[in-house]
Nanobody, 124 residues
């Protein structure tokens, strides 16, 4: 079992920044691909970004490329999502997820463990 807990969400004005953190505990953390998903009301959960266990490969959705950055610190069992230049359309519940793979995973079904989510609201 892997437990994931997100923090850092909140209300921010358009153009501002937030950093989300995901703390992991349980099974060997370094084996897992880590991803951040988001889900807005009435929309499907979508992959925002993902990172391999080594940090050597990353993925970013086109909508966030150049604005968001994912990083992981395996020694501390932490994954971060730095969000800059936030837009109202970034408003969603953001979820941290872990998948048992050395390679990037792109769909919710690929991930085995999920955090409870943290709300990010961007005002205009």
């Amino acid at each position: 079992q892997v437990q994931l807990v997100e923090s850092g969400g909140g209300l921010v004005q358009a153009g501002g920044s937030l950093r989300l953190s995901c703390a992991a505990s349980g099974r060997t953390f370094s084996w897992y691909v880590m991803g951040w998903f988001r889900q807005a009301p009435g929309k499907e959960r979508e992959l925002v970004t993902a990172i391999t266990w080594s940090g050597g490969s990353t993925y970013y959705a086109d909508s966030v490329k150049g604005r968001f950055t994912i990083a992981r610190d395996n020694a501390k069992n932490l994954v971060y999502l730095q969000m800059n230049s936030l837009k109202p359309e970034d408003t969603a519940v953001y979820y941290c997820a872990a998948g048992g793979s050395y390679y990037l995973l792109h769909t919710p079904g690929d991930y085995s463990y999920w955090g409870q989510g943290t709300q990010v609201t961007v005002s205009s």
